[in-house]
């Protein structure tokens, strides 16, 4: 039951920004009564969704259980807490599988116990939390689950010389890129990508009801007006200092100057933070990647290779401001996965905070 509860919280995936993923199964024994998942903020919360699909099948609740991928809130927000939809269904079981770490929202199951409930907590957890990695880590640490993408030669590569870089993988490849694209709650890039592609930073690869946030780091906020970026949808100029030339009514600026006159990437990333950005895609090139790694505000790699060779001079992933002068001064990962994507194969790794 709560395998199906975290199948139906994936249906969120893309629209439930900046709430969590959700998924909820009502049953008795082996009878599945009622399920519901979260599908975007300001709308019904997973359980109550699972209550409404019961009544419609005309299935009583009443000592029914309830399995829940995240702890039944017990705050009144845009919806009511659910915890008092349960008491008023006659739930007398609820399994979750995490508890909920939203302080406004937590309590909900020392109220359900409170009220006499048999309540479990822990099943299935790491699920759960794999599930909400991005709003999870924006509660814990403030700032988004920063991923960046990169789509690279078997040795190393993103680019030529030149800067061509369309396309070293597959058409397959840059369509599961544009799922990533989807889950993320906003995609950055910098000016440099700006300028030599006039990338567009939207999902078209796969139907999605929602667009993410543009986000686009620009130190001297001199981004031409006619970028392809900017039109249409919310969009976000990180700068060091105040934008040069007029921008369209869609884009706000943030500015966030370091003692040098850069931008403080740690501070943009906190003040994305605060907009509830829980999961950031970026896109970037070398430069970028580099001093946002350097920043130590990567979190996850998703990394596409191609089975090709580029060689020298063409560009790299990562251009670090100081290079490395010893092995034990290299960033550590995590492999969390290796799949093939058509004819390229898709790593994702994890940067390894205790090894760094």
């Not at 590569?157 to 906003?186: K, Y």
């Not at 070398?286 to 990567?298: D, F, T």
């Amino acid at each position: 039951m709560m395998t199906r509860a975290l199948a139906l919280a994936e249906r969120g995936m893309f629209t439930t920004t900046p709430n969590p993923r959700v998924g909820c199964v009502i049953a008795r024994d082996s009878l599945v009564l009622g399920e519901g998942w979260h599908e975007r903020a300001g709308e019904a919360h997973a359980e109550v969704r699972a209550l409404d699909d019961a009544r419609i099948r005309g299935n009583d609740v009443q000592g029914a259980t309830v399995y829940v991928t995240l702890e039944p809130c017990n705050h009144q927000g845009r919806t009511p807490p659910c915890t008092a939809a349960l008491l008023g269904a006659g739930i007398m079981r609820v399994v979750s599988a995490m508890h909920d770490p939203y302080a406004e929202a937590a309590g909900g199951a020392e109220r359900l116990k409170a009220a006499g409930l048999t309540v479990e907590v822990g099943f299935l957890e790491d699920a759960a939390r794999e599930l909400n990695v991005g709003w999870l880590h924006r509660l814990r640490c403030g700032r988004p689950w920063i991923r960046v993408k990169i789509a690279a030669s078997l040795d190393g590569r993103t680019a030529l010389g030149n800067g061509a870089s369309q396309w070293i993988t597959g058409e397959e490849a840059r369509a599961d890129g544009h799922r990533w694209r989807a889950r993320a709650c906003a995609i950055l890039t910098g000016i440099g990508t700006v300028r030599h592609d006039d990338p567009q930073l939207t999902v078209r690869a796969i139907a999605t009801p929602r667009q993410p946030i543009k986000i686009i780091v620009d130190r001297h906020g001199d981004v031409p007006p006619t970028a392809r970026a900017l039109e249409g949808g919310e969009v976000l100029l990180v700068t060091a200092t105040r934008p040069v030339a007029s921008l369209p009514g869609n884009v706000q600026v943030i500015t966030v100057p370091d003692r040098d006159g850069r931008i403080d990437l740690r501070a943009m990333a906190t003040a994305l933070g605060a907009r509830e950005i829980n999961e950031l895609h970026v896109e970037a090139g070398a430069k970028l990647n580099g001093a946002m790694l350097a920043a130590g505000i990567v979190d996850e790699l998703l990394l596409y290779v191609a089975p090709c060779l580029l060689g020298d001079p063409a560009r790299g992933m990562f251009a670090l401001q100081a290079p490395l002068k010893a092995l034990d001064e290299r960033t550590s990962l995590n492999v969390r996965s290796i799949d093939a994507v058509g004819g390229d194969w898709r790593i994702v790794a994890r940067v390894d905070r205790k090894g760094a």
